[in-house]
């Protein structure tokens, strides 16, 4: 069974026909010196006994240090990265001060092999971007999120 995760793809509006989306840099060694193509929507993963929605705004805290937004969430497409995991995530429109963050940490053995355990962010950065340029920041299976915001974010207009 492939892993899931979930996270929040939060908007926000800036100007009268355009938004921009929350994006997150991973923490630690491993994507120190990467950029485009490794940034995230907040997310992480779930258990079969937790609701995906749950999960969702639980590790948007976690990832960010900030309580999920209020407001209306409405699901994006599950999309499979390249990795095979699930990616379920929910748009909603709300505003974040990424000077702000204060991501949980994780552990790992650094440098490797070398035993000695340090503790990293689990997030680096956060930063807003435009639709255009968060599909070259992000990783590649998850623009597919940001195409489905867009498609959603058109019909709210309506």
């Known amino acids: ?19 921009e989306v929350l994006l997150v ?11 485009d ?3 995230t929507v907040p997310k992480g993963e779930f258990s079969d006994d ?21 407001g209306e969430y409405f ?16 748009g909603v429109e709300g505003n974040f001060d990424p000077a ?3 991501s949980n940490t994780f552990t790992c053995e650094w440098p490797p092999k070398s035993g000695r355990m340090q503790d990293f962010p689990e997030v680096d950065r956060a930063e807003w971007f435009t639709p255009d340029v968060a599909k070259k920041k992000m990783l590649t299976g998850q623009s ?3 195409d489905e915001l867009l498609h959603n974010f058109e019909n709210l207009k309506k």
């Open 100 to 102: 702000t963050l204060n």
């Open 1 to 19: 069974m492939p892993k899931k995760s979930a996270g929040l793809l939060l908007y926000r509006r800036v100007d009268n026909s355009g938004i």
């Open 75 to 90: 699901p994006l497409k599950v999309i499979k990265q390249k990795n095979g995991k699930l990616v379920h995530a929910w």
């Open 50 to 70: 937790e609701e995906p929605l749950a999960a969702a705004k639980r590790e948007f805290q976690e990832e960010t240090g900030s309580p999920p937004p209020q």
């Open 37 to 39: 193509g490794a940034w």
């Open 25 to 35: 840099h991973p923490g630690g060694p491993f994507f120190r010196n990467r950029d």
């Open 144 to 146: 597919a999120l940001v």
